[in-house]
């Protein structure tokens, strides 16, 4: 008689009595100690949990060959062993059965060909499928106090290294992350120019990858960097399929505030915060309008109330502009609204523009207060910066240190020669790259006229865009309100927290 047998064990944790190896040897003394026997093949899946037959390939593979009639009894050591899962067990060995294949549970002294063989089975399956929940509450429960104490489950991610239950920040990393939030938060750019600006700047996502909007998005959404923990987002239902799903109040969240050293402020925090509820998974606004463009959901119909969508037209001369409409219209048809007027983007820009120049103000104190602020945002955050002289002059002593203590590994034999050349060409390199970049922030520290540089730079660009001789979409963005439109064809404007109205002929 051919036969077969099946091994598993869960995870490296096994005594050695269940052990992967033990099993293997087992069944092999145990077939060649009977004459009537011949071992067709032993099949094993390691590292895998019995809750669910789904992933488990070896065990797949053995019914496959059961069904080709490769043999005709499969051992296997207990009914744990076999599966935990008391359908799965009986769906199992009764299609065995069905087709002359028996399985024989050894140390449980059951084989499904004998009469009382499933009444037993069923009993053993779920005696092993109540110790499987058993054991999965007891994992969840002890996962839950360790969360309750702050130790972190999860990987490293941009920004932070998470070793033995702890984040860390990682400098390069956090980089990307401030970055991300100043331009999304305080410049209201949005996340695919966002993912734009870091392609083209050579920067790369945690894994190496491009940076895509949703990846920009995700980072937005994560209180990892103000700070705070919150872990159990997701759930698993049901121990048996050890699935994952969202966790939308399900079970309770584990939420602990100021848990680690934050990346970012929690005003830039909830600056942003802000900003993604305003927009939804498509980047539309509250009026389900995206906000990519400085009159995307700003230009209403007053005939109708609804929004003023946009569309790229080309004209005659090959030009391509756009042009905004109502929605309603755009929508329904010649059967909807009939306010008929249609939008120039350069004409509603040229009307913001002679709004805001037309405002009485007093120049040089706000460029004096811009001025101070920016440079005072500079120095703030030079110490996070990329080329800062402090850091750098850290991440050159620790590569030192690493450079140094790969020759003590290889002299201790953890290394082959090989590896070590390796390591220590590659910790040269970085080396010499950060020294190179250190001289050049010390150059840039030793110049004193780089300061009143700067503010002067900075002076020239505010009255630039005061007098609107330079386009900032984020300016318009912030100071405009709503551009209306009225059957008669006229226009009105309003600036942000401002009573007065601008009127302009359509």
């Keep these: 008689m051919k036969v077969a047998s099946y091994c598993r064990v869960s995870t490296d944790k096994e005594d050695q009595a269940n052990s992967f190896e033990s099993q293997q040897r087992y069944f092999q003394e145990y077939i060649a100690q009977n004459p009537d026997w011949e071992l067709y093949a032993i099949y094993a899946d390691e590292g895998t949990s019995g809750t669910s037959t789904r992933k488990r390939a070896q065990f797949n593979r053995m019914i496959q060959d059961a069904h080709a009639g490769k043999f005709q009894l499969i051992l296997t050591k207990e009914v744990s062993r076999f599966s935990r899962n008391i359908v799965d067990t009986l769906s199992y060995t009764r ?50 106090r360790q969360m309750e104490k702050g130790i972190v489950f999860g990987r490293s991610l941009l920004g932070y290294d ?72 997701t759930y698993t239902p049901d121990y048996l399929t050890h699935e994952k799903r969202p966790n939308r109040g399900q079970v309770p969240q584990i939420r602990i505030e100021n848990h680690h050293v934050p990346i970012i402020s929690r005003e830039v925090w909830h600056l942003a915060r802000k900003r993604l509820e305003q927009n939804n998974k498509h980047g539309a606004g509250e009026n389900g309008h995206s906000n990519r463009y400085v009159f995307s959901g700003k230009i209403k119909c007053a005939l109708c109330g609804a929004n003023f969508v946009g569309r790229m037209r080309t004209l005659r001369d090959g030009t391509r502009v756009r042009r905004w409409s109502c929605g309603t219209a755009v929508r329904e048809g010649t059967d909807g609204c009939q306010i008929g007027k249609l939008v120039r983007d350069d004409d509603a820009m040229h009307m913001l523009k002679l709004a805001i120049q037309s405002l009485p103000m007093d120049a040089k104190p706000i460029m004096d207060n811009v001025t101070a602020l920016a440079l005072e945002a500079i120095r703030a955050g030079n110490s996070g910066t990329r080329d800062d002289p402090e850091r750098l002059r850290f991440e050159l002593d620790r590569l030192q240190r690493k450079k140094e203590a790969v020759l003590d590994h290889y002299i201790s034999g953890d290394i082959s020669k090989e590896d070590m050349e390796a390591m220590k060409s590659r910790y040269e390199n970085q080396i010499n790259s950060y020294r190179e970049r250190l001289e050049k922030a010390e150059a840039k520290q030793e110049n004193p006229g780089d300061s009143l540089a700067m503010k002067r730079t900075i002076q020239a660009e505010v009255a630039d865009l005061l007098s609107c001789q330079v386009e900032s979409e984020v300016l318009c963005k912030t100071l405009l309100s709503s551009l209306t439109v009225f059957p008669d064809r006229h226009l009105e404007l309003r600036l942000k927290d401002l009573p007065m109205v601008f009127r302009f002929a359509g």
């Design 162 to 233: 998470v070793k033995d239950g702890k984040l860390s920040i990682e400098p390069d990393g956090a980089e990307i992350v401030r970055l991300i939030f100043q331009k999304y938060a305080v410049e209201q750019v949005g996340t695919a120019e966002i993912a734009r600006i870091l392609n083209r700047e050579g920067y790369r996502t945690y894994h190496g990858g491009k940076w895509k909007s949703s990846a920009i998005i995700k980072i937005l959404k994560n209180e990892k960097y103000v700070g705070d923990l919150v872990q159990k987002k």
């Design 95 to 144: 299609e065995l059965k069905r087709i002359g294949v028996a399985v024989e549970f050894v140390t449980d002294h059951i084989n499904t060909m004998d009469g009382d063989g499933e009444l037993r089975l069923s009993i053993m399956a779920t005696m092993a499928q109540d110790e499987s929940r058993k054991t999965s509450n007891r994992v969840v429960w002890g996962q839950t």
